[in-house]
């Protein structure tokens, strides 16, 4: 099973919140970073499905989609240019 790491910017520096700061598929070169920066919310997701969504909007509208992570529900959202949900499992 795939794992993926998404990093939202969840305070102002500088350029806003909600921004897709770090993404990636973790592998042996890659791990899950241990340190996140306390301005940013890191989840780690299994749906290469969602992930490849994600990933297609924020190809397309980088930081005019605004993310956000809903922890109860397991979903990532998107306002802005936007608006979808996608399962993090």
Request: charged content about 15%.
């Amino acid at each position: 099973m795939s794992q993926y790491v998404i990093q939202i910017q969840v305070a102002e520096n500088g350029v806003g919140v909600g921004w897709l700061a770090k993404s990636f598929e973790v592998t042996p070169d890659a791990p899950i970073p241990e340190h996140v920066p306390e301005n940013r919310v890191q989840v780690i997701m299994t749906n290469t499905d969602s992930f490849n969504g994600i990933m297609a909007v924020y190809n397309e509208y980088t930081t005019a989609a605004i993310f956000s992570y809903d922890e109860p529900e397991g979903l990532i959202n998107c306002t802005g240019a936007v608006t979808d949900s996608w399962p993090i499992n």
